[in-house]
């Protein structure tokens, strides 16, 4: 599966074929024909390979989930309600980085 979006913080896991190893970072984009996918095979998979944080951006509603691997190497959702416009989603892997959600979703 390919995402439609990866962040590879080390530059080793790099080669002509791709990404040896799991991302850093994804997010997938949803569509009505890649929901289904998405929101279930490719988090198990993303999980099970040690993603550290997968977002699942909703287009249509304007809102981004964000899961994080915890200790036990399982997602959890870093709130219970979708981000939306108007906010700033924190980026682990970048302390000092957050997407501003104004941006992402311009109309």
């Not at 979708?82 to 980085?97: A, D, I």
Request: aromatic fraction near 10%; proline fraction near 7%; include cysteine.
């Amino acid at each position: 599966m390919q995402p439609d979006l990866s962040i590879i913080c080390d530059s080793k896991k790099l080669d002509q074929k791709g990404c040896n190893g799991a991302p850093d970072w994804i997010i997938e984009i949803l569509t009505k024909s890649t929901a289904q996918k998405d929101l279930n095979d490719k988090y198990e998979l993303y999980e099970h390979a040690g993603v550290q944080e997968y977002w699942i951006v909703h287009p249509a509603e304007g809102t981004v989930l964000v899961y994080r691997l915890n200790d036990k190497g399982t997602y959890q959702l870093l709130r219970k309600t979708p981000f939306s416009p108007g906010e700033q989603v924190p980026v682990r892997l970048l302390p000092e980085f957050s997407v501003d959600l104004n941006e992402v979703f311009e109309q």
